[in-house]
């Protein structure tokens, strides 16, 4: 199987920048709020925190009164926000990455993950994410045939938004040549 990205220029409606904005917060504040957890567990007991641990807390969040507008996005972004955290703190424990970093509001990458759910319509140009009613209209340059993976959506500092859609294919990974010695 191969794994390949196609990216796509979105075109939200202003209702649709709204609820995307509110995907971009609520990724953010998750990341900020468990990268948090995580150092203040390890400082009081060294000992850490599983990012499962954490996740389990997101539905008592999402029914408390000061951070219920959790429950306005779709929870499989807030989860994989949780992941992208794992991801992070084990390459720095493997020693390819920095310590994790609280994530700004001014920072200009804005971003999250629907890794299910996730539909493609190229016949009327739109994009299906979960808590979006309607498609996001899309610019398909091309098209694609394989199973969905994940699908990650972008906002650039000059705000035009992206759609970069991880899909499975069939075939195999092209092998590197191996290099060859002259034998003389």
């Given at each position: 199987m191969i794994l390949r990205t196609y990216k796509y220029r979105l075109y939200p409606t202003k209702k649709q920048e709204v609820l995307l904005a509110k995907h971009f917060g609520c990724t953010r504040w998750?990341?900020?709020w468990a990268l948090a957890k995580?150092?203040?567990f390890?400082?009081?007991d060294k000992k850490g925190i599983s990012i499962f641990q954490i996740a389990n807390e997101l539905p008592k969040l999402k029914k408390q009164e000061?951070?219920?507008w959790l429950a306005e996005v779709n929870a499989q972004a807030l989860q994989q926000s949780l992941?992208?955290?794992?991801r992070a703190f084990t390459s720095f424990f493997k020693?390819?990455?920095n310590f994790p970093r609280f994530k700004s509001r001014k920072d200009n990458r804005n971003s999250f993950q629907c890794?299910?759910?996730v539909d493609v319509d190229f016949n009327s140009n739109l994009i299906w994410l979960p808590k979006f009613k309607n498609?996001?209209?899309s610019v398909f340059d091309r098209q694609f045939e394989g199973k969905i993976k994940t699908v990650t959506i972008s906002k650039t500092p000059t705000n035009k938004y992206f759609a970069a859609v991880l899909v499975e294919q069939a075939g195999e990974d092209p092998v590197k040549p191996e290099a060859t010695e002259d034998k003389a």
């Open positions: 998750v990341y900020n995580k150092v203040a390890w400082g009081k000061e951070t219920k992941m992208n955290l794992d020693k390819r990455g890794p299910q759910k498609g996001i209209k």
